[in-house]
């Protein structure tokens, strides 16, 4: 991630369904330490459906793993609420305690 910063890349996107989110903070923080600028760069991230019913919840642990104190784009990333308990047998990203 980093690499690609130092290299032009400008939109970042994470979801906490993709579990990528500690990976991509991480690579955003060696490409700030690096002298790229926070506001040269685009993140948005997704709330996963067991997360509906606490949204802030959900972007504050996104917030955490990415590293950051704001993304510039929170979407919705499935349109139907899952149970919050995570208890869907079809669900690939349960929501943890």
């Not at 910063?5 to 993709?18: E, F, Q, R």
């Not at 606490?54 to 642990?61: F, Q, R, S, W």
């Not at 950051?68 to 979407?75: K, N, Q, R």
Request: glycine share 8%; aromatic share 10%; proline share 3%.
């Amino acid at each position: 991630m980093a690499y690609a910063l130092k290299n032009g890349y400008k939109a970042l996107d994470a979801a906490y369904c993709y579990a990528n989110e500690d990976e991509v903070g991480e690579g955003i923080k060696e490409a700030l330490d690096s002298g790229i600028k926070r506001e040269d760069i685009f993140v948005m991230t997704k709330l996963w459906g067991t997360y509906q019913t606490k949204a802030e919840v959900g972007l504050d642990k996104s917030l955490k793993s990415l590293g950051l104190d704001y993304v510039d784009l929170y979407l919705v990333h499935w349109p139907v609420a899952m149970n919050p308990d995570g208890k869907r047998a079809s669900s690939l990203c349960a929501s943890p305690s």
